[in-house]
């Protein structure tokens, strides 16, 4: 089984602010058919109020990021499959609920996680 990470950026959800409800259940409504399939492994949406920190070996804290996550905002859950075509289906089916494309990735096999 590999763990496959499943995000969008936050501003490519377009969505009228009418619609969200429907939206946010449609979302949820498959993150339950994640979970009862036994692949959801955990999800979310960054919290884009909060400032990101940059935390250095010695403790020490910044209030930045990475340039190249500055703009990491959106959603996000990760998912275990056995496949990814199962990936990719289940990328569809939460695009289709979000109203946006989803990008996917693969986390490397690790043992231990």
Known sequence: MTKFLISFP???????AEEMP??????????R????AGAY???G???SEVASLMVSAD?????????????????????ELPS????IQWAARIAEACRCAQELREFFYDPES
């Open 10 to 16: 936050g501003n490519a959800m377009q969505v009228p």
């Open 22 to 31: 429907a939206v946010s259940e449609a979302s949820r409504a498959v993150i």
């Open 33 to 36: 058919e994640a979970k009862a």
């Open 41 to 43: 492994v955990f999800g």
């Open 45 to 47: 949406g960054i919290n």
């Open 59 to 79: 403790g020490s804290c910044e209030t930045r990021t990475y340039p190249q996550t500055r703009e990491f905002d959106g959603g996000f859950c990760v998912l």
């Open 84 to 87: 990814r075509d199962d990936a």
